[in-house]
């Protein structure tokens, strides 16, 4: 079956600008979480949804922001884009709560986004 | 102070060597343990996932080790392959009554060479 899609792959935005990213979690999973990865920070969780309601949140500004639909997808937004902000975001996908033991969190490939 | 700590940051080992990844946490309560593999520009990739009553967990040639009395993991990867290049990233999850959050280690990055 189809994995985690990500969509766009590659982006590039300008300071101040703000940015939509999408998700499509694998079919029948619930929960949709979001990461930021960056060389020096390494990989940090953003927040997780499931059932269209955020369960968890990182400490991230209030900058950055998301939600879910019905269907599951996911999107996630970033307003009044940093330098800082440049990084791979990933989107994940898991049955159920991802942090509970036997739920395979399944990673999309991410989103390379560079903010000039 | 980061709750999961790997080590060594990066090693180069040769094609058909052994090699062994640490992992050292300090969650608690802890539910569970996670390794994955990230190719360089990829998503990370699901090698095993470990509670406390468990204290190895194999796939092909990984192997998974915890011991949560110490508080340490390793990941003993047998007969490397120029495919095992990639980060080995640690993921730690702690037992909680609310909805659980994931602990990234840094990672290790492995290099494999021929």
């Known amino acids: 079956k189809a994995g985690v899609t990500q969509t766009p792959r590659y982006l590039i935005k300008t300071r101040g600008q703000q940015v939509t990213l999408s998700c499509s979690p694998i079919?029948?999973?619930?929960?949709v979480s979001w990461y930021q990865q960056t060389p020096g920070q390494g990989l940090q969780f953003l927040f997780e949804?499931?059932?269209?309601?955020?369960?968890n949140k990182g400490n991230f500004p209030g900058r950055f922001s998301g939600r879910q639909f019905s269907n599951s997808r996911s999107e996630m937004n970033v307003s009044t884009l940093e330098l800082g902000d440049s990084a791979l975001y990933l989107c994940?996908?898991?049955?159920?709560?991802?942090?509970?033991?036997?739920?395979?969190?399944?990673f999309g490939e991410g989103s390379w986004l560079t903010v000039v | 102070k980061n709750q999961v700590e790997q080590s060594p940051q990066s090693l180069i080992i040769l094609e058909g060597k052994n090699c062994t990844l640490q992992?050292?946490?300090?969650?608690?309560?802890?539910?569970?343990l996670r390794w994955y593999k990230q190719d360089t520009g990829r998503g990370p990739v699901s090698l095993t996932i470990?509670?406390?009553?468990?204290n190895t967990k194999s796939n092909g040639r990984y192997t998974a080790t915890l011991d949560a009395d110490t508080k340490q993991s390793s990941l003993h990867i047998t007969a490397s392959q120029l495919s095992d290049s990639a980060s080995y990233i640690c993921?730690?999850?702690?037992?909680?009554?609310?909805?659980?959050?994931?602990?990234f280690g840094a990672g290790t990055q492995v290099v494999v060479t021929p």
């Open positions: 470990m509670t406390f009553s468990e």
């Open positions: 079919s029948g999973h619930r929960s």
């Open positions: 992992c050292n946490y300090t969650v608690s309560p802890f539910s569970n």
């Open positions: 993921v730690v999850s702690g037992r909680t009554d609310s909805w659980g959050k994931l602990q």
């Open positions: 994940a996908s898991s049955l159920g709560q991802g942090a509970t033991y036997g739920n395979t969190i399944y």
């Open positions: 949804y499931f059932s269209e309601t955020q369960r």
